[in-house]
């Protein structure tokens, strides 16, 4: 039985046509993508003479096989594992709401419809910290998580689509937000959420955080070690 999985690539934009034909090459499409930024703070930059480089976030649906499959080859192929090369990220999906849309994706990748199976659960070691905040807040936030003990994160601008009278939090939610991904491991997940949602900004609110489980990941060798 098949699971299927939200994959995520996190890499340099200048290498999105290698990463992108990588993608073909493997039968993954649709590879929806992203622009986003990495963590360093702008006074590190500026005391290395360095600019902030731009990240591009690739997101795709993919099968159990599939997955292992562009796991394998992200490592040994793309050399993932290099210094600043990039990042990939696997996370197990409880439930879709349209069966048709699945199967026409699985069915590009050459994976048989009835071998699909959403509830097998797998042995977590992994997070994906998910953190929405106001726009200019993710530095400061940032901060904090290094404390607690991440190694960094990426960051992609984000916008509400609520009324300016909803709030969350005390939150407008159709203001211009941040939303930073962090990956970190599973006992050290607790105390870096809890130092992000102490975080609070002059106007006296709060950043949403959360954490989605990941089962396998490339690219994370020197965080391993």
């Known amino acids: 039985m098949q699971n299927i999985y939200l994959f995520l690539t996190i890499i340099k934009r200048s290498d999105e046509k290698e990463f992108v034909d990588f993608f073909l090459r493997k039968n993954v499409r649709p590879v929806h993508s992203s622009l986003c930024r990495g963590s360093t703070t702008s006074e590190t930059l500026d005391l290395l003479g360095l600019e902030h480089s731009e990240k591009l976030l690739m997101q ?22 290099l ?15 349209s069966k048709k849309a699945l199967d026409h ?15 097998t659960e797998r042995k977590i070691e992994m997070e994906l910290i998910v953190t929405i905040c106001i726009k200019g807040n993710s530095g400061a936030i940032m901060q904090l998580a290094k404390e607690a003990g991440a190694a960094g994160g990426t960051i992609m601008k984000a916008k509400g689509t609520a009324s300016e009278s909803d709030k969350f939090f005390g939150v407008t939610l159709s203001d211009e937000k ?35 489980p990941v089962t396998e990941t490339a690219g994370f060798r020197l965080l391993e070690k």
């Open 60 to 81: 795709a649906l993919v099968s159990t096989s599939k997955m292992y499959e562009l796991k394998s080859a992200l490592t040994y192929e793309m050399k993932i594992d």
């Open 178 to 212: 941040e939303i930073i991904y962090i990956v970190a491991k599973k006992e050290t997940k607790p105390d870096i959420m809890r130092a992000i949602a102490s975080y609070t900004n002059d106007l006296g609110t709060h950043p949403l955080v959360f954490s989605l």
């Open 105 to 119: 994706v699985l069915s590009e990748q050459g994976e048989a419809k009835d071998e699909i199976n959403l509830n």
């Open 83 to 97: 210094p600043d090369r990039g990042i990939a990220l696997a996370i197990p999906l409880t439930s879709i709401a």
